[in-house]
């Protein structure tokens, strides 16, 4: 297998979400959230385990976590735009938050809850910047009064949308400590840990090139792993497709119909590829009905 990709899902967690490589998820979070909201320490609140695979194939994925005030964190790596993923993402602050109470406690027990979302895709047309931080402000003022809601996006495509970039540039780029994650995320594969550049050569990105060169999946572990890469292989040769046709990603007018012909565009070479119905639907968004109908001009 060719080496491991840090932004397939299961070798994402497999790095961050595990007790051993704690401080690298530590790290990745204090590179992301405020000043006022940085950790010491983390507690995992549902640590990476292998053995999910043999029961449950489909295990979650993200990495839920506890700072030293209660503070909780969710960290998860999107690597569709599946549809709707605005609305998951509420949905999985809404129960970051909502877990920590117990039936009859008292709600001033609730803490701070930050949803942190590390997105393979372009999702918010209208911005540059590939971090984006999200609260519940008053319409008129920006007055922030529910303090408790976070949500960060991180787009990795708008960091690297260049695949032929040398490492003298990317090194070129690096300003911030999210900017070295991002670049460990997407780049991986021009960073030598022996042959750092100085606004990378950091011990923590080290560590973290070390640990994804020694890592090994079980059987499970690498159907699952090779599964979902091939999803974002599919996913990128249908981009190409769509930049070869002069197809403007970036574009706000017609995102919607581009986005669709872009989902049956994936969904074709799935189908060519025999994959099942109920898996294409799962990451094109298409229903199984649409899915037949596909199949036939096949």
Do not use: C
């Amino acid at each position: 297998m060719d080496s491991i990709t840090p932004r397939v899902d299961i070798a994402f967690k497999k790095i961050f979400g595990v007790e051993e490589n704690k401080d690298l998820l530590i790290s990745l979070v204090n590179s992301i959230v405020s000043e006022e909201d940085q950790v010491e320490d983390l507690t995992l609140l549902n640590p990476y385990n292998p053995q999910n695979f043999k029961h449950e194939k489909l295990s979650i994925l993200d990495i839920k976590a506890k700072g030293q005030t209660g503070k909780r964190f969710n960290i998860e790596i999107q690597i569709s735009d599946e549809a709707d993923y605005d609305k998951r993402a509420l949905y999985y602050w809404a129960k970051l938050y909502t877990e920590q109470l117990k039936g009859g406690q008292d709600y001033a027990l609730l803490s701070k809850a930050i949803g942190i979302h590390i997105l393979n895709f372009t999702s918010i047309l209208s911005e540059t910047k590939y971090h984006n931080i999200f609260h519940i402000t008053e319409k008129e003022t920006g007055h922030l009064y529910f303090k408790d809601l976070e949500l960060h996006t991180i787009e990795l495509k708008k960091f690297s949308p260049d695949s032929t970039e040398e490492l003298k540039d990317m090194a070129a780029r690096i300003k911030s400590s999210l900017d070295i994650w991002v670049a460990f995320l997407t780049r991986h594969d021009l960073l030598d840990k022996r042959h750092l550049p100085p606004a990378l050569d950091n011990p923590t990105l080290k560590k973290a090139l070390t640990v994804l060169d020694v890592m090994n999946f079980e059987p499970q572990e690498r159907e699952a792993y090779e599964d979902h890469l091939k999803w974002l292989r599919i996913e990128a040769n249908t981009l190409k497709k769509y930049e070869s046709k002069g197809f403007e990603l970036g574009k706000a007018e017609g995102k919607a119909e581009g986005k669709a012909e872009e989902k049956i565009e994936v969904a074709l070479e799935m189908l060519k590829e025999n994959e099942p119905l109920p898996k294409i639907s799962k990451y094109t968004g298409l229903s199984i009905s649409e899915l037949e109908k596909l199949k036939k001009k096949l």
